[in-house]
């Protein structure tokens, strides 16, 4: 089996809400990381392909990141992105508030057991 953790909690790819929420299969639809069967163990039953979301979880809306674990082989890592952004237009500057997507990217450690 093989491990994904984001380090110092960096991850960010869309989602339907701009709070720190982790989303994981249907809901991830714009941008999104690609891992087959991804599980909360590595024998989960309940697994999902897409997370994405400003945190990374197994579970859907969750407010907390976790790591995931898959078993299916080989191991890869996808990546799909729309090309568009989500949210209102910001003004110029955009400021804090104003910004309503989760895009900032990840940064994934991964361990093979």
Avoid: M
């Avoid at 110092?8 to 891992?35: M, W």
Wanted: glycine share 14%.
């Amino acid at each position: 089996s093989i491990e994904y953790t984001p380090v110092g909690g960096k991850f960010g790819l869309s989602g339907p809400a701009p709070t720190a929420v982790a989303y994981v299969g249907d809901p991830c639809s714009q941008d999104y990381l690609i891992i087959d069967g991804g599980g909360s163990s590595a024998g989960a039953t309940t697994n999902f392909d897409r997370f994405c979301g400003s945190l990374f979880s197994t579970t859907n809306a969750a407010p907390a990141g976790a790591t995931l674990f898959t078993n299916n082989q080989p191991f890869q890592v996808g990546v799909y992105t729309d090309g568009s952004e989500l949210g209102i237009t910001p003004p110029s500057p955009p400021t804090a508030d104003t910004v309503s997507e989760s895009s900032v990217g990840f940064y994934i450690y991964y361990k093979q057991t």
